[in-house]
């Protein structure tokens, strides 16, 4: 029922400063700007998914709100949206199994720069019944204009989005039998803990367990984002020559991978860029 991961929000303070950040990491152009209901949105839309910048503009709930949690825990992730073909039978779903969905809502959103319009449907699960983690569902009328390429050694698509859980097995029921995710993976090392991989499309929705690092069991974090790249040296040396601050390339924990970590200029969310195996999926 869940076809994909339609997009991720950050938060931010300032939209511009975030959007010149993004737009210098990704070497990508924004594809999608406005205002309205509270917010200023910025979009970037990669091959596989998109990230949404969200700052508060004026007065209302839905700025109070996102100045309430940018003053409580700062930028950072705030929420992950997956997509589905029937927005109307996720929610029968989602109300079945005590998800406490929102009422479906018509959305309509008109693009500042060229006037177009993009128009879904979407409804949210409530958060005590998702272990603190904000999810929406969407289905959408028709696709995203992408974001244009401004140089080499660009951002191609998302890899993975990581969700740290103090109870991975409630975590596996949640994103597993509940929500109807692949489990691609479920592996426990004693220096790094558990590791769930869970298919959603092309990427995967990484939950991670750290005994002793979570004190609020009843809590789970978006923890951070990973995004691929095919040319991982001139990715690193773009960066470099921008001036942001990242790690040299080092060898993945997946066979075949070259890693490296974005220490700035991300908004304050935790960025691995990955380099995929030749031939193989990332």
């Not at 050694?153 to 097995?169: K, L, Q």
């Not at 470099?240 to 040299?248: K, L, N, T």
């Amino acid at each position: 029922m869940i076809t994909g991961l339609d997009h991720v929000v950050v938060l931010t303070g300032d939209i511009n400063a975030a959007s010149a950040a993004y737009q210098t990491l990704f070497a990508r152009a924004p594809a999608w700007q406005n205002s309205g209901e509270g917010a200023d949105r910025v979009l970037f839309t990669l091959d596989n998914t998109t990230l949404e910048l969200m700052a508060p503009n004026g007065k209302g709930a839905n700025a109070d709100r996102i100045r309430a949690v940018l003053a409580a825990q700062g930028e950072g992730l705030a929420s992950i949206c997956f997509r589905t073909s029937d927005i109307a039978r996720m929610h029968r779903r989602l109300d079945r199994l005590t998800l406490k969905p929102d009422v479906i809502a018509d959305v309509e959103s008109r693009d500042a720069i060229s006037g177009a319009t993009l128009s879904w449907k979407r409804t949210r699960a409530a958060t005590e019944a998702t272990r603190g983690v904000r999810l929406f569902f969407l289905e959408r009328d028709k696709e995203r204009p992408l974001s244009v390429r401004t140089t080499a050694g660009s951002i191609t698509a998302m890899d993975h989005v990581v969700v740290s859980t103090s109870d991975p097995e409630r975590a596996a029921a949640l994103y597993g039998a509940r929500l109807g995710l692949d489990m691609a993976l479920d592996r426990s090392h004693p220096d790094w803990g558990r590791l769930m991989f869970f298919r959603c499309g092309d990427l995967i929705v990484e939950v991670t367990h750290r005994p002793g690092k979570e004190t609020d069991t009843s809590q789970d974090r978006l923890r951070g984002l990973c995004w691929r790249v095919s040319d991982i040296d001139a990715t690193h040396a773009r960066l470099v020559q921008a001036g942001v601050d990242v790690s040299e390339v080092r060898t993945g924990r997946k066979p075949g991978t070259r890693v490296m970590t974005v220490r700035s200029g991300t908004c304050g969310v935790p960025t691995l860029l990955v380099q995929p195996s030749v031939g193989k999926d990332a």
